[in-house]
Structure formats: C-alpha cells, structure tokens
C-alpha cells in the first residue's frame, strides 16, 4: 500500500509541470470573459506551472489560461505568472504590428496597440505589483489580457498571412 502511494505521489508532481493541450479557437473559454482568481492555492499552482511548460513546449511568449480551456484570469510567460491581470494605465501612442497566436496557428494579423501599459496583477503569493510595459512587451500583454476577456485577435485585427504553422512564433 505504501508503495502505492508512493508512486501516486510521484505521478502528481510529475503531472504538476506537465504542459496542457491548447484548444482550437471554437472553443467557448476563449469566446468568453474569464473568472477572476479568488483562491490562491496549490491547485492554482499547479495550473500556473503547467501554462509556462505550455508556453516553452509551443515556442510561445506566453499563454493565457482561456487557450487551455481554463476560464480564469492567468497568464503564463515561460518564467513569470500573473494572476487576475489588468491594465490600469495605457499611454503612448497606437502603432500598428504583426501579430501571431497560439490559438490560431500559422496565421498572422496586423493590430493596432498602444506603445505603453502599466498592468497590474498578483504573483502566486498573492503580493499585487504594478509594472509598465513598453513597445513589444505592451503588445504581448495587451494580446494576453484580451485572451482573458474573452477575444481572439480575430477580432482586433486584419489577417494579413497565412504561414505553414512550423513557421511561426506565437503569443
């Protein structure tokens, strides 16, 4: 019996930094807003870790938690989580860029973001910080934040390529 448990144990912490499957962009989480985190806990943990080898085992530079098919505000970068993300400030000026996404694979948009964020959000200790984002980095957060409130890229931008999907680099 022991033994038994001991290998249990060992297959859930295993399966704690396991990536998860991304979901096709019918699916109903990335469709609609996600719930705010209320409970910071291990499960949550566990969701947070598994998103960021999401994020390296797709060759991401993040993963929202909505493109799993979990609807609650998280976001992974593959060394950082952020949880119940928001933008309190956006400054700068519109400029247009490419885009790509985990989500719709092999396909590129042309979207219009703001230069300069300032997100807001909670690590998984629960300590709130604040941090301002510029140029790429305030592009890749405003993708992400608009995973968690339920739009795709599709829905901000023009597709401008198709590519065959090994040739891509996706948010």
Known sequence: ???HRAVQARRKRES???PMRLVGADHPALHTPAQPVETFDVRLRR???SL???AVVNHGQAVAAPQVGRSVRVVALPTLVVVNPRIIEIGGKLESGIE???SLPGRRFEVDRWTRIVVAGFNLDQEEHAV???DAE???WQHEI???DGRLVTSRGVEVATLPAAQTTRT
């Open 1 to 3: 019996m022991n033994r």
């Open 16 to 18: 704690e930094h396991r």
């Open 47 to 49: 969701l947070a870790m």
């Open 52 to 54: 960021c080898a999401t």
């Open 100 to 102: 790509r996404c985990l």
């Open 132 to 134: 301002e984002m510029l």
């Open 138 to 140: 305030a592009r890749l």
């Open 146 to 148: 608009d995973h968690l």
